[in-house]
């Protein structure tokens, strides 16, 4: 839709599709979804207009999310421990007053060293076992079986390369999750979007609160040098790095794979991932826009040639509009693309090489 003065939607012209199309839903929605203003994108050439647009879209991300800051103060309980040759895995219980405790896996390697160790936050994605995988946790062949699908103990791995390694539980997923049968098939995320959205709160904003928690921990470990912590993750774990890494200048680096999905694409289709909803977001930008503020530090895209959840055609648009925000920075070649020859999996071929650059284990 264009107007007729500047070839440009307005807002509300934008919103008014709805009266205009179709009355079924799906198509009305489909509809709204092609005509998204997104009036927040990056436009500029220079440094300076790509500092200011961070500033005043990164503002307005801030206020579509609402309060997302982790405790200042909180209580650690040690759930349990288990000693490995090359790390040792605690279980902890973080607990602060006013928000729901948080389960955590530590991983820190071994053998004991003298000075400090880098840290990644590893964050896990949508699924039924939470963040056990990702710290290598498979008690059951079907466990086993999709860890090795995904190659989804990214959280181990980094342990193993000497990184002190945080993956924390999000909401609703593994022991955050009640008891699934009483959703009747229905998806747990959707379902508890809803019913947070009553309370004024977003589902995704408790998880960035619980990521950014994950990384202040990371950064209090008497080992860790809180100058060289990254983030990383796959799928929902990759939507949750970007928007931690985007809203925290604590994180120097940053591995978002399997999650170049743009929003706009997803609500063509009856999606349902409430998780990963920020209300009104496509008013102002979309996932490049949240990805462009992490510029200019370090970041690798991960995306599977055969990944059934990335829209082949959608990707090359996206990465423009992220590349724009580097060049604009300075720093076209700290963004980078691994295209490799698989699924909805993480690869790790250009993301553990970044990474030892950047944080140096």
């Known amino acids: 839709m264009q107007n007729e003065y500047n070839g440009r939607v307005t807002r509300r012209e934008w919103f008014s599709v709805a009266a205009a199309a179709p009355a079924d839903v799906h198509q009305r929605i489909r509809s709204m979804a092609d005509q998204a203003p997104l009036s927040m994108r990056f436009q500029g050439a220079t440094a300076g207009e790509a500092r200011l647009w961070q500033a005043k879209f990164s503002a307005r991300l801030r206020q579509l999310l609402g309060p997302f800051d982790p405790p200042a103060r909180w209580t650690t309980t040690m759930e349990s421990a288990a000693d490995f040759a090359d790390h040792r895995r605690e279980t902890l219980i973080l607990e602060s007053p006013g928000v729901p405790p948080l389960p955590v896996h530590l991983l820190r390697p071994r053998p004991d060293r003298p000075g400090k160790r880098p840290a990644m936050a590893a964050l896990h994605g949508h699924g039924r ?7 290598g946790i498979a008690t059951t062949e079907e466990q086993r079986n999709s ?10 791995q980094l342990a193993r390369r000497g990184y002190v390694v945080a993956a924390p539980c999000f909401t609703p997923f593994g022991r955050r999750l009640d008891d699934p049968a009483a959703y009747g098939g229905g998806d747990p995320c959707g379902v508890t979007f809803v019913r947070m959205q009553l309370l004024g709160r977003t589902l995704i904003s408790e ?13 209090r470990q008497p080992e860790v040098d809180a100058a060289r912590i990254g983030c990383a993750g796959l799928s929902y774990g990759g939507r949750m790095t970007m928007l931690a890494s985007a809203l925290s200048p604590r994180i120097r680096a940053a591995v978002i794979s399997g999650a170049l999905n743009l929003m706009q694409e997803r609500i063509l289709g009856r999606y349902s991932c409430g998780a990963q909803v920020i209300p009104g977001l496509l008013e102002f930008g979309d996932v490049p826009e949240i990805i462009g503020l992490i510029a200019p530090r370090p970041c690798v895209l991960e995306i599977g040639q055969r990944d059934a959840l990335m829209v082949k055609d959608r990707i090359g648009p996206a990465m423009d509009r992220i590349r724009a925000v580097y060049a604009a920075l300075g720093a076209a070649d700290k963004v980078e693309t691994d295209s490799f020859d698989g699924g909805h999996r993480w690869n790790g071929a250009k993301a553990y090489p970044m990474l030892s650059s950047i944080l140096r284990p």
């Open 129 to 135: 076992w939470g963040h056990d995988p990702v710290a």
């Open 147 to 156: 860890l090795a699908a995904a190659n989804y103990d990214y959280g181990l």
């Open 207 to 219: 998880n960035l609160r619980d990521a950014l928690w994950a990384v202040e921990l990371l950064a």
